[in-house]
């Protein structure tokens, strides 16, 4: 089991940038294929992005792909998502999600273990 807690959310102006970072705790978070997920208000919680275990290839939704940027320090068992370029239209709740699963899933009911959330808001 792990346990995770996002930080770094606020709120920023159009076109500024934020990082957010997920930190596990737990069983070893080298262990874990690692995801971001958000949910605007009155929507249903959609994939930002996510990285396998292994920390090789990252995989984006269209709509951050080109501003957003997934890393992970399994040293630190830390996860971050550096978001540049935001847009009102990405303020949210983001959410860090961990699967036990070796591959990369884009369903939130395919991962296992979640986060509280942090909050995201882009003003125009």
């Known amino acids: 089991q792990v346990q995770l807690v996002e930080s770094g959310g606020g709120l920023v102006q159009a076109g500024g940038s934020l990082r957010l970072s997920c930190a596990a705790s737990?069983?070893?978070?080298?262990?874990?294929?690692m995801g971001w997920f958000r949910q605007a208000l009155g929507k249903e919680r959609e994939f930002v992005g996510a990285?396998?275990?292994?920390?090789?290839?990252?995989y984006y939704a269209d709509s951050v792909k080109g501003r957003f940027t997934i890393s992970r320090d399994n040293d630190k068992n830390t996860m971050y998502l550096q978001m540049n370029s935001l847009k009102p239209e990405d303020t949210a709740v983001y959410y860090c999600?961990?699967?036990?699963?070796?591959?990369?899933?884009?369903?939130?009911?395919?991962?296992?273990?979640w986060g509280q959330g942090t909050q995201v808001t882009v003003s125009s």
């Open positions: 999600a961990a699967r036990n699963g070796r591959s990369v899933k884009y369903d939130y009911d395919e991962y296992d273990y």
């Open positions: 990285m396998p275990r292994s920390a090789g290839s990252t």
């Open positions: 737990g069983r070893t978070f080298s262990s874990y294929t």
